[in-house]
């Protein structure tokens, strides 16, 4: 079972992202997926879930209205695009998939917000 993230990287404040999370070895549209973010020294957080189908989602109230998740259970990959990025907003992002007792982390992408 893994879960890869990519996309992240350096963008100036304002700017955007989207960060992917690609899956293998488990039945990805069984899964709910999840965004977390972590800075050195704080406790993860949550960023965003989204349902096994992507029917429902849901989102940490800092991220309301800037960022979207989705998922493509086609493609095996889930998605996170960030707007109008804060810097605030630096941390290193990861993608968690969860169903029942059974959950999977990837390694996280980092973002890094500046001008």
């Known amino acids: 079972e893994r879960l890869v993230e990519s996309g992240g990287g350096l963008v100036q404040p304002g700017g955007s992202l989207r960060l992917s999370c690609a899956a293998s070895?488990?039945?990805?549209?069984?899964?709910?997926m999840n965004w977390y973010r972590e800075v050195p020294g704080k406790e993860r957080e949550f960023v965003a879930f989204?349902?096994?189908?992507?029917?429902?989602?849901d989102y940490a109230g800092f991220v309301k209205d800037r960022f979207t998740i989705s998922r493509d259970n086609a493609k095996n990959t889930a998605y996170l695009q960030m707007n109008s990025l804060k810097p605030e907003d630096t941390a290193r992002y990861y993608c968690?998939?969860?169903?029942?007792?059974?959950?999977?982390w990837g390694q996280g992408t980092q973002v890094t917000v500046s001008s």
């Open positions: 989204i349902t096994s189908t992507g029917i429902s989602t």
């Open positions: 968690n998939a969860r169903r029942g007792v059974f959950e999977y």
């Open positions: 070895g488990f039945t990805f549209s069984s899964y709910s």
